[in-house]
């Protein structure tokens, strides 16, 4: 039997029950779900990048954003702080859509 030992999402307990399975689980502190939730965030990462195509890039992205919207809960705010910040960034240094790649700054 598989020893998982991670984050998972919350119905995956009901999913494995419902297999007929039992899932062995237990409840995390705010302090081991932050850690959890961060080392979930660099697995869906890798994983993102290592995405055969736009489906499965598409699906990894989708975990990246459930991930940043559990970490924004824990952090005090919610979603629509948190696009506010971003709106702000992008308003005071833009986003990152015209793919601009900095080589050097030159002294002049």
Known sequence: MPVYNKLVRDRIPDIITTS?????TRNL???????????????????????????????????ILEI???LTQIHGADWAQ???????????RG???DGIFLIEVVDE
Request: glycine share 4%.
């Open 95 to 97: 986003g990152f859509q």
């Open 82 to 92: 948190l696009e506010d910040i971003r709106e702000q960034k992008v308003n005071e």
């Open 20 to 24: 007929g399975k039992k899932a062995v």
């Open 29 to 63: 502190t705010e302090a081991e779900r932050i850690k959890a939730l961060q080392q979930k965030l660099e697995e869906e990462v890798r994983e993102y990048t290592h995405a055969s195509d736009n489906q499965a890039a598409l699906e990894e992205l989708a975990d």
């Open 68 to 70: 940043i919207r559990s």
